[in-house]
Each structure stands twice: as structure tokens, then as C-alpha cells.
């Protein structure tokens, strides 16, 4: 079963555009996970936030989370043509004694276009 | 490239066959976790090593198993394929055990006819 799910599950904007994907999951985690994959190739690491962070940014991507609503948000600014793919985000639950279960989950993603 | 192999890239084989995909993690990486992408299911974890060890089992079928070698590369094994095994399967690394940062690697996509 998935844990995490993305919204919306396509979107379609112009370059130079903001870009908003969300993702909710359902059980605690010890980390959230963000990827990019291009279509049939393999997922390349975004950005990692701790359960006890709130905001993390890496260059135009802004990621927050919301541990009391179980949900998070990647931004992505100033969008370009070649920010085209699919967005995961990924959970590490956490398991019985606290730690990791060691499964990352992934949600069914989000198709961003960036129309040039 | 983010260091991790995964052969071969595509493969046709029939219904009720068997077949092995490898995957050499990036240098340095104990971890080796394997995942199903499919249209319908998505991105489905199916199983972690770590060291050699088992670590962590996700949805993955009876017909189905791995294992990760002394020299830390893994092979997955599927078995009885059925037209509903079609998919790409990524295998990804990482450092430690906990999941941190994966790499992955481009997937070997299976196509069961």
C-alpha cells in the first residue's frame, strides 16, 4: 500500500512559473523524501527532511513539513522546461522500537510540465 | 550516473519463465533495496539488504526473491513470470542502513509475453 500521496497528480505550467506539488502520508515517519524522475529512467534524490525540521530549502526547491497534519509540500521557483518530470515523495516510517522500518515508501508521484 | 548498475537494461522473455536481474550498488554502499514500478501499482518497494543480510520485506511475491553477495552486489530472481510481472525494476543503494539518500540505478524493464 502506498504511504504517501501526491496531489495533484499532474501539473502543467509555463517557465517561470512557481510550481506546488503536495504529499500526505498516513503513519509517523523519521524522514521525508523528495525525487525527480524523468520518464523510464531512475529516480534521482531531491531533498531530505527530519521529522523535527519544518523547512528545508536546496537551491529553488523549498520543502516543508507538517507533522500534525501528516503532509508536505515541495516548491519548485522559476520553473524551466527542463524541471519536466515526475515528482515522488518518500517516506522512512517509523517502526515498533522508534527507529526505521529500513522500507522507503513512495507515493504515485506528480507529472509537472513546464510549457516553454 | 549515480554509480549504480543494474543489467540487463531490457528484457523480453515468455510466460512462465525465469529470470535474473543484477544490480552493482555504488562503491562503498552496504544497502541494496529493490522496487517494482508499474502503470498501475506505482512505485512498490520489494525487499532491502544490508551487508548481505535481510532487512526489510515489502510486497514481493512468493515467485520472487533476491539476495546480496560477499562483494555486496545483488540479484533478484523472478520466477513462473506472468503477463503481470511486466514492469521496471529499480534497484537503489545507499550508505548505511537506515534509509537515508538512495541512489538509484536506470532499471532493468521486463517485458513478459
Known amino acids: 500500500s502506498q504511504q504517501g500521496e501526491e496531489d495533484p497528480q499532474a501539473l502543467s505550467i509555463q517557465e517561470g512559473e512557481n510550481a506546488t506539488m503536495n504529499c500526505s502520508y498516513k503513519?509517523?515517519?523519521?524522514?521525508l523524501q523528495w525525487y525527480r524522475q524523468n520518464s523510464g529512467r531512475g529516480l534521482v534524490h531531491l531533498i531530505l527532511?527530519?521529522?523535527?525540521?519544518r523547512e528545508k530549502h536546496s537551491g529553488r526547491l523549498r520543502v516543508t513539513l507538517d507533522t500534525s497534519k501528516k503532509s508536505s509540500s515541495l516548491l519548485i521557483t522559476a520553473s524551466r522546461a527542463a524541471d519536466t518530470a515526475s515528482y515522488f515523495c518518500?517516506?522512512?516510517?517509523?517502526?515498533?522500537?522508534?527507529?526505521?522500518?529500513?522500507?522507503?515508501?513512495f507515493g504515485k508521484g506528480t507529472l509537472l510540465t513546464v510549457n516553454p | 550516473d549515480s554509480g549504480v548498475t543494474q543489467t540487463p537494461k531490457h528484457l523480453i522473455t515468455a510466460t512462465g519463465q525465469r529470470v535474473t536481474l543484477r544490480c552493482s550498488p555504488r562503491?562503498?554502499?552496504?544497502?541494496v533495496y529493490w522496487y517494482q514500478q508499474s502503470l498501475d501499482q506505482g512505485l512498490q518497494f520489494l525487499i532491502q539488504?544490508?551487508?548481505?543480510?535481510?532487512?526489510a520485506k515489502g510486497n514481493i511475491l512468493e515467485r520472487f526473491s533476491a539476495q546480496q553477495f560477499p562483494d555486496l552486489h545483488s540479484e533478484l530472481n523472478l520466477s513462473s513470470l506472468e503477463l503481470g510481472d511486466s514492469a521496471l525494476y529499480f534497484c537503489?543503494?545507499?550508505?548505511?542502513?537506515?534509509?537515508?539518500?538512495?541512489?538509484f540505478g536506470e532499471g532493468s524493464r521486463l517485458t513478459v509475453l
Open positions: 562503491s562503498g554502499d552496504l544497502s
Open positions: 527532511i527530519r521529522s523535527n525540521e
Open positions: 518518500a517516506t522512512d516510517a517509523r517502526g515498533f522500537s522508534g527507529g526505521s522500518n529500513y522500507k522507503l515508501t
Open positions: 537503489a543503494s545507499s550508505v548505511s542502513l537506515n534509509t537515508g539518500e538512495l541512489f
Open positions: 539488504y544490508y551487508n548481505g543480510e535481510e532487512r
Open positions: 503513519t509517523s515517519i523519521n524522514n
